[in-house]
T-cell receptor, first 115, second 113 residues
């Protein structure tokens, strides 16, 4: 079956521009997560969705970052006024429900480069 | 604060040998642990998990060991193959309700042909 998909796979943008990253989770997965991964580093939690609401936004690094989810499906992560330090791979994951102890399925990520 | 960390940032293993990747955790409330494999340019992929009521769990060529006394987790890969070359992450959270999954910093496994 289809896994988690993300688009675009690569995004190059100029400093100060806004970018929008998309995640399509596995159908039926109610939980959705966004992570950031800088080169050679681990996963940094950004935000978690249960359905269309985000009970945990604690990982968003600044107010330039926002995310939404609609139809308990697609999610978009928006970064406004991008900075060079935003350059990273942004990973999306989904899981069957919000309970801890459920496997997260990851997408391939979007590689963002801010020039 | 609570954290999950790894003892070795890189590990080089001869093809055919067994690999052991270690992970330490500090949150004693954690009761669910996962190992992920991340190949270059791809997202992490689930390998195996273990709950705190178990000490050992085996999969295909992989075994996870959990020592709750010393808060230590390990991943053993038998007969390591070139395709096993990747970064391996341990992760921990608590079952029941939403609990943020905490990922370790990762260990890079290099398999020498």
């Amino acid at each position: 079956g289809a896994g988690v998909s993300q688009s675009p796979s690569n995004k190059v943008t100029e400093k100060g521009k806004d970018v929008e990253l998309r995640c399509d989770p596995i159908s039926g997965h109610t939980a959705l997560y966004w992570y950031r991964q800088r080169l050679g580093q681990g996963l940094e939690f950004l935000i978690y969705f249960q359905g269309n609401s985000a009970p945990d936004k604690s990982g968003l690094p600044s107010d330039r970052f926002s995310a939404e989810r609609t139809g308990e499906s697609v999610s978009t992560l928006t970064i406004q006024r991008t900075q060079q330090e935003d350059s990273a791979v942004y990973l999306c994951a989904s899981s069957f429900n919000m309970g801890g102890g459920n496997e997260q399925f990851f997408g391939p990520g979007t590689r963002l480069t801010v020039l | 604060g609570e954290s999950v960390g790894l003892h070795l940032p890189t590990l080089s293993v001869q093809e055919g040998d067994n690999s052991i990747i270690n992970c330490a955790y500090s949150n004693s409330a954690s009761d669910y642990f996962i190992w992920y494999k991340q190949e270059s340019g791809k997202g992490p992929q689930f390998i195996i998990d273990i709950r705190s009521n178990m000490d050992k769990r085996q999969g295909q060529r992989v075994t996870v060991l959990l020592n709750k006394t010393v808060k230590h987790l390990s991943l053993q890969i038998a007969a390591t193959q070139p395709g096993d070359s990747a970064v391996y992450f341990c992760a921990e959270n608590r079952a029941g309700g939403y609990q943020k999954v905490t990922f370790g910093t990762g260990t890079k496994l290099q398999v020498i042909p």
